[in-house]
């Protein structure tokens, strides 16, 4: 299994997803703003969002591919089977579970993830009912995850990367017919997520069904399970953690008005780079490494690891640029009409500049830290990750006191920048992996075309003011000169030092090693 076509395959039907994910915040921003009903809605959702980026981006994957892996290569292939089925029915079991529970305390619980919202009667109100309404899209995005880590595992990245298209169609159709026919935009927003949710769960269990891949329901417990929950378990604390980082942004954020809305849309940006290179990397790099350790191919693990850094650095440092020098116009393109106005454009832009600074330690952390569960090795993630919810909840709430929101930002790129550290630190010495000499002159090229990338959008950007303006017309006009020179520019600079030579990517992407 090659982690660069993997990767890219992940990155396509990604790519896809997010441009009707793109669509769909387009609306939201359009008839919902960045104020009262934009809040209740992005926390509501914040919740069994959290969840699903635990299940489908770290925990469930990191701890499932390794397991299944060794059990699909080994000679019990009924064994994989029981596997996947215990796996399935406790985690359904448990979801629902814990789905139950917070519906009937769902007023306490929100005043704990959103306490500048208890003031307001009316805000906090509708808050309950819609967190009623979506809450149990947990359980369905559990049983998504698991399922596509068992077609990731078995080579399958297509669906589980295109998955949130369906998502994103639902809920601009509800957005739609909301608009239309009843005016009850989060209502509607709130059905259409449980809605997604189902066709979500039924095109995985039709593509299983399809790939012939065994799942058997037994009330055996396979022996395998304590295993898999050695890893589940830390991981999840792990992943959970740095999306408890997240958590808690939203936390301090909803003491200042519209703030929430403000990150929510300059996360959506950001997201965008770091789905579509660290996130896929991730996912396809750990079910490569993970048979390559089993098959004591060490050197082998460490080349592959090495290479999809290499990779990722070619793309997301220019990538961090883009977002620093011109996030204004981004966020104007893409929100700027209807109830999102132009102070709202410049409060995202300024969230969305400070966490360009840490984009590309976030797709590091998404690279190095599946290694570690390559290794089986699920304590020390976690153990990192809580000393990064120390340092990002201390940093946001001493930043928002003195900048507000933006200070939230801007504490969520530092502590990953210590997150990126540590983690090597300890990959290292574990000597799980180690940087060689051969990385540091293309990482150098790469940084001297972005810097020569970033001096050309401050120029852009100046003229860009002047000329595309007016009408929506012009501005789509505008920013597809930006890209498009800025791409022609960067990878012309980078063309004296190939990165990669036409044999290796073409090694890579052809071969099924």
């Given at each position: 299994?090659?982690?660069?076509?993997?990767?890219?395959?992940y990155?396509?039907?990604?790519?896809?997803?997010?441009?009707?994910?793109?669509?769909r915040?387009?609306?939201?921003?359009?008839?919902?703003?960045?104020?009262?009903?934009?809040?209740?809605?992005?926390?509501?959702?914040?919740?069994?969002?959290?969840?699903?980026?635990?299940?489908?981006?770290?925990?469930?994957?990191?701890?499932?591919?390794?397991?299944?892996?060794?059990?699909?290569?080994?000679?019990?292939?009924?064994?994989?089977g029981?596997?996947?089925?215990?796996?399935?029915?406790?985690?359904?079991?448990?979801?629902?579970?814990?789905?139950?529970?917070?519906?009937?305390?769902?007023?306490?619980?929100?005043?704990?993830?959103?306490?500048?919202?208890?003031?307001?009667?009316?805000?906090f109100?509708?808050?309950?009912?819609?967190?009623?309404?979506?809450?149990?899209?947990?359980?369905?995005?559990?049983?998504?995850?698991?399922?596509?880590?068992?077609?990731?595992?078995?080579?399958?990245?297509?669906?589980?990367?295109?998955?949130?298209?369906?998502?994103?169609?639902?809920?601009?159709?509800?957005?739609?017919?909301?608009?239309?026919?009843?005016?009850?935009?989060?209502?509607?927003?709130?059905?259409?997520?449980?809605?997604?949710?189902?066709?979500?769960?039924?095109?995985?269990?039709?593509?299983?069904?399809?790939?012939?891949?065994?799942?058997?329901?037994?009330?055996?417990?396979?022996?395998?399970?304590?295993?898999?929950?050695?890893?589940?378990?830390?991981?999840?604390?792990?992943?959970?953690?740095?999306?408890?980082?997240?958590?808690?942004?939203?936390?301090?954020?909803?003491?200042?008005?519209?703030?929430v809305?403000?990150?929510?849309?300059?996360?959506?940006?950001?997201?965008?780079?770091?789905?579509?290179?660290?996130?896929?990397?991730?996912?396809?790099?750990?079910?490569?490494?993970?048979?390559?350790?089993?098959?004591?191919?060490?050197?082998?693990?460490?080349?592959?690891?090495?290479?999809?850094?290499k990779?990722?650095?070619?793309?997301?440092?220019?990538?961090?640029?883009g977002?620093?020098?011109?996030?204004?116009?981004?966020?104007?393109?893409?929100?700027?009409?209807?109830?999102?106005?132009?102070?709202?454009?410049?409060?995202?832009?300024?969230?969305?500049?400070?966490?360009?600074?840490?984009?590309?330690?976030f797709?590091?952390?998404?690279?190095?830290?599946?290694?570690?569960?390559?290794?089986?090795?699920?304590?020390?993630?976690?153990?990192?990750?809580l000393?990064?919810?120390?340092?990002?909840?201390?940093?946001?709430?001493?930043?928002f006191?003195?900048?507000?929101?933006?200070?939230i930002?801007?504490?969520?790129?530092?502590?990953?920048?210590?997150?990126?550290?540590?983690?090597?630190?300890?990959?290292?010495?574990?000597?799980?992996?180690?940087?060689?000499?051969?990385?540091?002159?293309?990482?150098?090229?790469?940084?001297?075309?972005?810097?020569?990338?970033?001096?050309?959008?401050?120029?852009?950007?100046?003229?860009?003011?002047?000329?595309?303006?007016?009408?929506?017309?012009?501005?789509?006009?505008?920013?597809?000169?930006?890209?498009?020179?800025?791409?022609?520019?960067?990878?012309?600079?980078?063309?004296?030092?190939?990165?990669?030579?036409?044999?290796?990517?073409?090694?890579?992407?052809?071969?099924?090693?």
């Amino acid at each position: 299994m090659n982690v660069l076509r993997s990767s890219a395959i992940y990155s396509f039907f990604t790519f896809l997803s997010r441009i009707f994910g793109f669509l769909r915040d387009i609306l939201i921003a359009n008839f919902l703003g960045a104020g009262f009903l934009a809040d209740i809605f992005f926390v509501a959702f914040r919740f069994p969002n959290t969840f699903r980026r635990i299940f489908s981006e770290g925990a469930l994957n990191s701890a499932f591919v390794p397991i299944y892996s060794k059990l699909v290569l080994g000679t019990e292939k009924d064994e994989s089977g029981k596997f996947v089925g215990n796996i399935i029915s406790i985690l359904t079991l448990s979801t629902l579970l814990v789905v139950i529970l917070v519906e009937l305390f769902m007023p306490t619980f929100l005043q704990l993830i959103a306490p500048g919202f208890v003031s307001d009667e009316e805000k906090f109100s509708q808050l309950v009912h819609t967190s009623r309404i979506i809450f149990p899209f947990l359980v369905l995005i559990s049983i998504s995850s698991i399922c596509s880590s068992i077609l990731n595992a078995n080579g399958k990245f297509a669906l589980s990367a295109a998955l949130p298209i369906i998502l994103n169609i639902i809920l601009c159709l509800s957005l739609i017919f909301s608009y239309y026919f009843s005016n009850n935009f989060l209502e509607f927003l709130s059905w259409g997520v449980l809605i997604a949710g189902i066709i979500q769960v039924l095109f995985l269990f039709f593509s299983i069904k399809s790939n012939k891949i065994i799942v058997l329901f037994t009330r055996k417990i396979s022996h395998s399970v304590k295993s898999f929950f050695n890893l589940f378990f830390p991981s999840f604390f792990s992943s959970g953690l740095l999306q408890i980082n997240i958590l808690i942004g939203t936390i301090i954020a909803s003491y200042e008005s519209g703030a929430v809305s403000y990150l929510y849309y300059a996360d959506r940006i950001y997201q965008l780079p770091l789905a579509l290179v660290g996130i896929a990397l991730g996912i396809a790099l750990l079910p490569s490494i993970s048979k390559k350790i089993k098959e004591n191919s060490l050197s082998e693990v460490n080349d592959t690891i090495e290479k999809t850094i290499k990779f990722a650095l070619v793309f997301t440092i220019p990538a961090s640029v883009g977002l620093y020098f011109i996030p204004d116009i981004i966020v104007q393109v893409l929100f700027e009409r209807g109830e999102f106005n132009s102070f709202a454009t410049n409060e995202t832009s300024m969230a969305l500049k400070m966490f360009s600074l840490g984009l590309v330690a976030f797709v590091l952390v998404k690279i190095l830290t599946p290694v570690f569960f390559a290794y089986e090795n699920a304590k020390l993630p976690l153990i990192i990750s809580l000393f990064n919810l120390i340092i990002n909840t201390t940093l946001s709430i001493l930043f928002f006191y003195h900048i507000g929101f933006i200070g939230i930002a801007l504490a969520t790129s530092i502590s990953a920048w210590l997150n990126v550290l540590v983690l090597y630190i300890f990959l290292s010495r574990r000597t799980y992996f180690n940087l060689s000499r051969a990385i540091l002159y293309p990482v150098f090229v790469v940084i001297c075309a972005s810097a020569v990338l970033g001096l050309y959008l401050i120029y852009v950007n100046y003229y860009y003011s002047y000329y595309f303006q007016d009408l929506l017309v012009y501005k789509l006009v505008g920013i597809s000169l930006i890209l498009l020179s800025s791409i022609v520019l960067y990878f012309f600079l980078i063309s004296f030092y190939k990165p990669f030579s036409y044999n290796e990517v073409k090694k890579s992407f052809l071969s099924n090693e």
